[in-house]
């Protein structure tokens, strides 16, 4: 579902593959072969702006919400955010992950290729560097020698082609 805010309305690129339960309210941009699945809600409302760049990945029940004129939420290419997280004006950098049920928030930078595990905490302003593995509350390193290469910065790349199986049943 789309839903304009304050004459604001989504803009989904036509390669893109949102889910009809996810919901988009506002200044959302949402780029080429993005996926956003099941139950995803994402907000840019009160003036701020939510961008997902090519292949971002959203996945089931994630909260993604900008709130303030000057606030952000930027899904850089091939970003993957997890089931269940949350992600609150915020830059996830591209081939990043952000695990199942983590949160990730205002004024935080994941670089590319990082990795928050699940459940971690994220706090405001925190910035994870490239090739880093963080978790806890609060987010703490837990390796900092990840592998460019490793399956799971295609985690995005994997639900690009895998969302084109999924078909519409009526009930």
Excluded: C
């Excluded at 952000?72 to 997280?85: D, I, K, P, R, S």
């Excluded at 930078?109 to 925190?126: D, H, I, K, R």
């Amino acid at each position: 579902m789309q839903r304009s805010f304050h004459d604001q309305e989504p803009t989904v690129a036509d390669s893109a593959s949102v889910d009809p339960t996810a919901v988009l309210v506002g200044n959302v941009t949402v780029g080429e072969e993005a996926t956003i699945l099941p139950g995803a809600v994402i907000r840019g409302d009160g003036g701020g702006e939510v961008v997902l760049d090519a292949r971002a990945n959203v996945q089931d029940n994630v909260t993604i919400h900008a709130d303030a004129p000057d606030q952000q939420v930027h899904l850089e290419e091939n970003a993957a955010v997890g089931h269940n997280a949350i992600v609150h004006n915020a830059t996830v950098g591209e081939h990043s992950l952000v695990g199942m049920n983590a949160t990730v928030l205002d004024d935080a930078m994941l670089e590319p290729y990082s990795v928050v595990g699940a459940n971690g905490l994220v706090t405001e302003g925190q910035r994870v560097e490239s090739e880093t593995l963080v978790g806890g509350t609060p987010a703490e390193v837990l390796r900092d020698d990840l592998d460019r290469d490793a399956t799971l910065f295609e985690t995005a790349a994997h639900y690009t082609t895998r969302v084109e199986g999924f078909d519409s049943v009526d009930s």
